[in-house]
C-alpha cells in the first residue's frame, strides 16, 4: 500500500472553494490524498457551499474548520493545489519538497454577491462544487503535470 500524498488545497479564505476540495478528496480519494485546507486568512465556512456539499452527501462542518498555514506547519505537505488566483500570487513558502500545482476556480461567493439568497446563487455554487468534483477524480494523476 502506498502512503497518501499529503494534499494541501489552499485559497484565500478558506471558507468555499479550498474547502470544497478538501472535502471531496476525503470522500473520494481516501486511499491516495491525505487532504488538508487553509487560506491565506481564516474566515468560516461558507453557508451556501455547506448547503451544496450536503446535497452530495458530504457533510464539511463534521470535521472541517477555516484555518490557515499557521495551523498546518507540523503537517509535511507533499503537494499543495491553488484554488484561486489572490493565494497563488500570496502562496507563503514551502519545503523545497512540496510541489505547488495551480488549479484555479471561480470564487462562488463573488459571482453571487449582488444575487439574493436562493436557487440562482446556489446554482453558481452547484457548478463550481461540480468543478471542483471533476478535479479531485483527477487526482492524483493530475498532479504529475
Known amino acids: ?3 497518501p500524498i499529503k494534499t494541501l488545497f489552499l485559497c484565500t479564505g478558506n471558507s468555499c472553494r479550498s ?3 478538501e472535502a471531496f478528496a476525503r470522500h473520494l480519494k481516501p486511499d491516495t490524498l491525505e ?3 487553509a487560506g491565506v486568512t481564516a474566515t468560516q465556512l461558507n453557508p451556501h457551499a455547506v448547503t ?5 452527501g458530504i457533510d464539511m462542518t463534521a470535521r472541517q474548520t477555516s484555518k490557515t498555514m499557521d495551523s498546518l506547519l507540523d ?3 507533499d503537494v499543495v493545489v491553488t484554488v484561486c488566483s489572490h493565494a497563488h500570487e500570496t502562496c507563503p513558502t514551502f519545503p523545497a519538497t512540496a510541489k505547488i500545482i495551480h488549479h484555479g476556480f471561480e470564487d462562488p461567493p463573488h459571482l453571487t454577491a449582488d444575487l439574493p439568497d436562493g436557487e440562482e446563487k446556489l446554482a453558481v455554487y452547484r457548478r463550481v462544487r461540480d468543478e471542483i468534483k471533476d478535479y479531485i477524480l483527477t487526482l492524483p494523476d493530475a498532479l504529475n503535470d
Open 1 to 3: 500500500m502506498t502512503t
Open 19 to 21: 474547502q470544497m476540495a
Open 35 to 37: 487532504p488538508y485546507s
Open 52 to 56: 451544496v456539499m450536503k446535497e452530495l
Open 75 to 77: 503537517v509535511p505537505i
